[in-house]
Each structure stands twice: as structure tokens, then as C-alpha cells.
């Protein structure tokens, strides 16, 4: 939790009881429903919490904008940008059931009113939203594919609406269909911990 502090030391104290609440929630979830690998669970802030604030690195959004969390687990990215951004409207979608269970019982518990996690396919979802979030849940062109109909036409940020997604590795033949317009963003500029090395935060205006 003082890492998260650190990088971001502007957050209220409510921010900050939210925050620190996650670890005592996960914890007990997850002995129950296997959202964390149990061997990852014990790094939940680093690995989960400020990976999925990297994005928060990457844009910080304006009042009234509308956020989907595409495959959002147990609620990540989803959750920690929902604290991080109060006036933000975020909806996480999952198909897994016992998954999304997880994030409304964390949003309860925490008083997280801004964020509706729901039992729902991507294919399924007809809204529309200024930017789509997602944690590596597919590869980039198919993660396009599914979710160019649910991005809104009114902008109403600076940055123009698309998808911003979290991604490790070698990710040439994923970029390649976007080339011209693609940005991305290594995490470590941001994070000094090892595990943020060769770890992206990935735009595609769309």
C-alpha cells in the first residue's frame, strides 16, 4: 500500500482506506473463489493493483467519462481505476459469473459507487463508451475487433477515445495492424519495480 502512496501521493484518505481495504477482501475471496493465482495473491499491489494503475500513468479522465473494463476478472483493471478516478463512470463485463460475484462484493464493501460490474460476454454488450481498459485478456487485433462498436463518438477528453490495454512481451505482430497510430508505453518509466520491465501500456485511438 505505501507504494501506492508513493506514486500517487494526491489521493484522499477515503482513496486510501479503499485501497488498503483490497487486501483483506481479495484475500478472503480469493481462499474461496480462485480469482489470483494463489501463489500471485501476496503481490497483490504490485502485480494487480498498480499494474491496473499504470493506466492512470497513462490518461487521467475527465469527469463524465464512461469506462469499460472488457474481461475484467475479478476486477481488474476495473476496481483500482474506479477509486483512483470517483467521477468516472466504470462498467466491468466478464463471462465468468463467480469472477464478476467477486467485484460487486470488493465495490460493496468498499463503497465503490462508480462502478457496476456485470455477468456479460463482449459480445453481448451493446453500450457505448469513451474508452475501453483491458488487462491482456486476447491479443490486440481481436481485442479491436470486439469492442470497436462499444466506443462512443462524442469525445469528450483530450485524449481521443479508443482502447488502452495492458500487455507484456514481444508485441510486434499485434501492433503491426496499427502501426500508424498506435502508442505504447513502457511501464518501467513509470514503476521502478523489476516486475514492471517489459511491460506495456498500449493505446489504439479508434
Not at 459469473?97 to 467485484?103: H, P
Amino acid at each position: 500500500m505505501k507504494r501506492i502512496i508513493s506514486y500517487f501521493p494526491q489521493i484522499t484518505s477515503q482513496q486510501q482506506e479503499q485501497f488498503v481495504a483490497l487486501d483483506a477482501l481479495y484475500h478472503e475471496w480469493n481462499s474461496k473463489i480462485n480469482v489470483i493465482s494463489r501463489r500471485d495473491i501476496d503481490n497483490l499491489y504490485e502485480h494487480h493493483v498498480l499494474h491496473s494503475l499504470a493506466i492512470a500513468r497513462f490518461v487521467s479522465f475527465k469527469p463524465g467519462t464512461s469506462v469499460l473494463d472488457f474481461g475484467t476478472g475479478g476486477g481488474f483493471p476495473g476496481i483500482p481505476l474506479a477509486i483512483m478516478f470517483p467521477d468516472t463512470q466504470f462498467t466491468l463485463i466478464d463471462g465468468t459469473g463467480k469472477k464478476i460475484r467477486v467485484a460487486e462484493e470488493v465495490c460493496r464493501a468498499i463503497g465503490l459507487n462508480n462502478c457496476t460490474p456485470l455477468h456479460r460476454r463482449g459480445e453481448e454488450e451493446k453500450g457505448r463508451y469513451d474508452f475501453v481498459v483491458s488487462r491482456a485478456v486476447m491479443s490486440l487485433p481481436d481485442l479491436v475487433k470486439n469492442v470497436r462498436k462499444n466506443i462512443a463518438r462524442e469525445q469528450r477528453n483530450a485524449l481521443p477515445n479508443g482502447v488502452i490495454c495492458l500487455k507484456g512481451g514481444l508485441m510486434d505482430d499485434e501492433l503491426a495492424p496499427f502501426r500508424s497510430v498506435v502508442r505504447q508505453k513502457e511501464l518501467s518509466q513509470w514503476f521502478t519495480e523489476k516486475w514492471f520491465k517489459e511491460k506495456y501500456v498500449v493505446y489504439v485511438p479508434l
